[in-house]
């Protein structure tokens, strides 16, 4: 029978270096840590040939001394824990003392370095472990040759030298995002790629990010007990097609942990397409004590001691700072000088202020002074629709909202604190886009996507009570198959919850006699069709819970206002008032953007007028 002995400490080496030593990035990771835990403040990275070549990292930390060079290399050996008190406190990256000893293992390393204080550096040679004298200014250089040398193996699993790189590039990028206080170089080949000086969190992100996606991107800040959130997320118009662009840190270290990946992503349900991937770079700081980082052997995996209060302050910190409109961002800038009765575009007539829609109108009962058609009701805040209420709301509008006569001269925008920031309406294009002047410029509004995200959001605040009814005066009766019969019958009381009373008019016929108020003048037969199907696809149960948002978008989505329908300068400027007080209002119920800013100076430049 097998006989039970000991492993070699080469052999034990070897094998730990296949969980710790998966690519040249994983040695360029260790070594990266290192180098932070030492205090550097500055960090140089030499690769070749993706790493497998070489990867020399040099620091300006605090050293190494004579004597602990030998035990640097040896398995388990570690200055940072030393009681299980400091395991459950661990503050540096690295803690276990394992992986200097398995990169030996596998490749040629050297460390060169000199403590504070020391008359000159010291050599080790991992091969070998011999000592000698040699010369080094400061700090620590760890030389990593030939990976893998001895593993043949192992080697044929390394990819491309192209896709190696890539992987050190990305690692880089982790610990530069982390520590922007901290200059740091990245060479390949002799040629550098990344010299970043330390600095500012923004503008670190903007130099490894690109601009275009801190332009794109909201400040995250917030402190909730004990934990702390912080970074940018970006915006659905930036989001991305892979998770290329993800960065979550907790105390400091990259992490994929699905507890957070899954927080972040209820926080843009509401605003991106489910196909699509926000970008992101977050730091999540606790107490030490409160999150377990000694769970996987790449340390990139944790768990926290109060799971469900940290998914729950990251989900709520980033919904709040996504639902923010970005219209109260807008830079102040002077407003344009008032334009005179006959000249520039003919359009002036039009800048009237006119009052704010204010709660609700209903748009089937629009005045006959007024000419025009009603904008759909909003719901008030309390998610109860009082019908009386909001047709005095709508006669007092209308009533207000006369357009001015053709001659008359067109007072002067308002400035100052008084403007609102998506400004007043001036026309609409081609009956897809709202124009608007604001102090800054021209605002270009997708009424469709902008009313399609407000009667969203004022549908899922009114299905939160009881929700307003329109009976219809006249019951829409279309045509359905025995599937569709089928789901109206079954799940008759879930449509009644959401404002609907359907029943059979015929064998393979339904009638609505009544829609949600806000949906009063939506295509009902075809809403009802795709709201049917989605019923019969999903158990009620889940359609009720999980799914009742993105039930609530089909609706909202037919209900919202269609392209080619011509609006009136107040039905716009009712729009654009229904978007300054709605969450999230950046973005339609897809992701995509649903307004954009054109400042003056940009379209001076575009004029080339200055110049």
């Known amino acids: 029978m097998p006989v039970i002995h000991r492993l070699s400490d080469l052999l034990v080496n070897q094998i730990a270096a296949g969980e710790v030593v998966e690519r040249p990035a994983s040695v360029l990771k260790e070594v990266l840590e290192n180098a932070i835990d030492a205090g550097s403040r500055a960090i140089e ?31 388990h050996a570690t200055s940072k824990i030393a009681t299980l008190d400091d395991l459950e406190h661990v503050g540096t990256m690295g803690f276990r003392g394992e992986a200097l000893a398995a990169i030996a293992a596998v490749a040629r390393t050297s460390i060169t370095s000199r403590a504070s204080g020391a008359s000159h550096a010291w050599r080790i040679d991992g091969s070998d472990g011999s000592l000698a004298p040699a010369a080094l200014n400061h700090g620590t250089v760890v030389d990593v040759a030939d990976l893998y040398y001895n593993t043949p193996a192992r080697r044929k699993f390394l990819k491309t030298e192209g896709t190696e790189y890539a992987h050190c590039d990305d690692m880089f990028r982790r610990v530069a995002l982390a520590r922007p206080d901290i200059g740091l170089q990245l060479s390949h080949n002799g040629r550098v790629v990344h010299r970043l000086p330390p600095g500012a969190p923004a503008a670190r992100v903007a130099a490894l990010m690109g601009d275009d996606f801190l332009q794109h991107a909201r400040e995250v800040s917030a402190e909730g007990g004990l934990l702390r959130l912080t970074g940018f997320a970006s915006l659905p118009a930036y989001s991305r097609a892979s998770r290329d662009a993800q960065f979550f840190f907790v105390n400091g270290r990259f992490v994929r942990d699905k507890l957070l990946t899954h927080a972040v992503r209820e926080a843009y349900t509401d605003i991106l397409h489910g196909s699509r991937h926000p970008a992101y770079v977050l730091f999540l700081e606790l107490d030490p004590a409160g999150v377990d980082v000694n769970v996987h052997p790449a340390k990139i995996e944790v768990r926290f001691r109060e799971s469900r209060a940290v998914h729950q302050f990251v989900y709520h910190a980033l919904k709040r700072v996504l639902a923010e409109s970005g219209a109260g961002r807008i830079d102040a800038q002077p407003a344009a000088p008032p334009a005179t009765p006959g000249s520039g575009f003919g359009i002036a007539a039009n800048t009237t202020r006119y009052p704010s829609a204010g709660t609700g109108m209903e748009a089937d009962s629009p005045p006959s002074h007024a000419g025009t058609r009603a904008w759909p009701a909003a719901a008030p805040q309390q998610g109860r629709l009082a019908m009386d209420s909001a047709s005095r709301a709508y006669l007092d509008f209308a009533a207000s909202a006369r357009l001015p006569a053709a001659d008359a001269p067109s007072p002067p925008l308002p400035d100052g604190d008084g403007a609102p920031p998506l400004g007043f309406a001036l026309a609409q294009l081609h009956g897809v886009y709202i124009l608007a002047q604001n102090r800054a410029g021209l605002i270009l509004v997708d009424m469709h996507a902008a009313h399609e995200r407000i009667l969203y959001e004022k549908l899922k605040t009114v299905l939160d009570g009881r929700p307003s009814i329109q009976r219809l005066l006249i019951p829409a009766v279309f045509s359905v198959g025995a599937k569709d019969m089928a789901a109206a019958e079954e799940c008759g009381e879930i449509l009644a919850s959401m404002g609907f009373d359907v029943g059979a008019a015929g064998p393979q016929e339904l009638a609505v006699r009544s829609v949600p108020a806000l949906l009063a003048n939506a295509p009902v037969a075809e809403m009802m069709r795709n709201l049917l199907e989605e019923l019969r696809e999903f158990p009620a149960s889940e359609v009720v819970t999980a799914r009742r948002n993105e039930l609530l978008a089909t609706m909202a989505c037919h209900g919202a206002v269609r392209a080619n329908r011509q609006l009136t300068i107040p039905e716009m400027n009712a729009l654009l008032r229904d978007m300054e007080a709605t969450d999230r209002a950046d973005q339609c119920n897809h992701g995509r953007p649903t307004w954009t800013q054109l400042t003056m100076q940009d379209l001076d430049r575009f004029f080339m007028r200055g110049q």
């Open 45 to 75: 990275v030499q690769l070749e040939q993706g790493g497998v070549r070489r990867i020399r990292v040099a620091d300006d930390g605090c050293g190494i001394g004579r004597d602990d060079l030998a035990l640097a290399l040896e398995r």
